[in-house]
Nanobody, 118 residues
């Protein structure tokens, strides 16, 4: 399978938490780098959490310390735990994959919406 399917978004209040999921049967446990992106209306798409196939994880400054990326190989799912959500976290969250960390992302999910109210 070559697909990415996000879920877990929703409408929450500031300070709440959400767990986003990316079902990725064609990528996890294989030599792909994967990442979570987010994009708010009128804003540039932002890469916020990345895992290279060897397990190295990095975060953008905007989410570092609040969001946690993890991978479950058995479930073929990439997770993003969002803690202490803020209104500025409101965005469409997308899962992406690529063959090499040095290449552009060429596989994308449809996204899951996260809306945070003050």
């Amino acid at each position: 399978q070559v697909e990415l399917t996000e879920s877990g978004g929703g409408s929450v209040q500031a300070g709440d938490s959400l767990t986003l999921r990316c079902f990725a049967p064609g990528f996890i446990s294989r030599s792909y780098s994967m990442a979570w992106f987010r994009q708010a209306p009128g804003q540039e798409r932002e890469e916020i959490a990345t895992i290279i196939h060897d397990g190295f994880i990095r975060y953008s400054d905007s989410v570092k310390g609040r969001f946690t990326l993890s991978r479950d190989n058995a479930e073929k799912t990439l997770y993003l735990q969002l803690n202490n959500l803020k209104p500025e976290d409101t965005a469409m969250y997308l899962c992406a994959a690529k063959m090499s960390q040095w290449d552009d992302y060429n596989y994308w999910g449809q996204g899951t919406q996260v809306t945070v109210s003050a």
